[in-house]
């Protein structure tokens, strides 16, 4: 059975870089990729140094090429199994293969859970969004609709103010709102329509207007949504690894979690969901990575009590 010192579970961002750095350290490194990113429908990626606006895809195929120079191992293929034995985790993947890891990385991301609202979807990653700061630039100055609901949806609301004077918020029935952040929003114009959205209407995913329920419709030119996410996999889960109360995995600022050897970088560990922090979370998890294979050769320096 083939033992890789690495098993990497997700190749966007975070897996890509940390699969990088192992490759440096002259590490034998599986990338598994499943090929199915959280942004593939975006058409830019934004905030990211000396790839502002590249499209995600492109990114992607950048880093897949760096990394054919230090023999990673990559494969376009879904990971099943990993099971936690005496001195390595047993992996399946989803044609059958079997193998053994020293160490998991699981870099696969969350998925975006989107209200069910006909036209939504196919807006999405297109004029309907949920990060300001990597899609706010390019709506500024519009109208724009923000669906949510209670605090998130009025905090999303109003954080869009930094972008654009037009903004509307659209709750798809009742709004939840305590008094003082219904005042606050009145505070800064931005109205609140707490009618069911009926669907959204859009050509080729440019979104035109909202149609309620009620008949009314809502002319706009962008929309941004509090959205709901759940990890990809249940790999982290599965090996025991704690979770936080909104689902995502608890780690150390390493990406470190509670099970040793297991790690978890990108948007399944952290708020910050940029794709250059993702990048960052990738490459300390496979510092730390490699200083823990070091020591278990004996390649660290004894504690001196």
């Known amino acids: 059975m083939s033992v890789y010192d690495t098993l990497i579970v997700g190749g966007g961002p975070a897996g890509l870089n940390a699969a990088l750095v192992l490759g440096r350290c002259d590490r034998r490194v599986l990338l ?19 790839r502002d606006g590249i499209a995600p895809l492109d990114l992607l195929r950048l880093g897949r090429a760096e990394l054919n120079q230090y023999g990673i191992e990559s494969r376009s293929i879904e990971v099943i199994d990993v099971r936690r034995a005496a001195e390595v985790f047993d992996v399946t993947l989803a044609d059958d293969t079997q193998l053994a890891a020293r160490t998991v990385l699981i870099a696969c991301g969350v998925t975006d859970e989107l209200p069910d609202i006909p036209g939504l979807a196919d807006c999405f990653g297109i004029s309907a969004h949920h990060c300001p700061y990597c899609d706010g630039w390019e709506s500024r100055g519009k109208s724009i609709v923000v669906i949510g609901r209670k605090k998130n949806g009025a905090a999303l609301a109003l954080a ?9 918020l659209c709750s798809n029935g009742a709004a939840q709102l305590r008094r003082v952040h219904r005042e606050q929003l009145a505070e800064h114009a931005i109205a609140v329509n707490e009618s069911p959205i009926g669907a959204v209407e859009h050509s080729a995913g440019h979104v035109n207007r909202l149609v309620l329920a009620s008949n009314e419709s809502i002319a706009c030119e962008a929309i941004f949504l509090v959205t709901t996410q759940r990890i990809r ?20 600022h390493l990406g470190q979690t509670n099970v040793p050897g297991v790690y978890v970088v990108g948007d399944a560990s952290r708020d910050v969901q940029f794709a250059i922090v993702a990048a960052a979370e990738g490459a300390k998890a496979a510092v730390a990575i490699n200083k823990a294979l070091q020591t278990r050769a004996g390649l660290a320096l004894f504690p001196v009590t």
């Open 160 to 168: 869009l103010k930094t972008w654009s004077d037009r903004i509307m």
């Open 233 to 252: 996999s249940d790999l982290a889960g599965r090996l025991g690894c704690s979770l936080t109360r909104q689902g995502l995995v608890k780690t150390d």
């Open 32 to 50: 598994c990729d499943a090929a199915t990113p959280r942004n593939a429908r975006s058409r830019e990626l934004h905030c990211f140094l000396t």
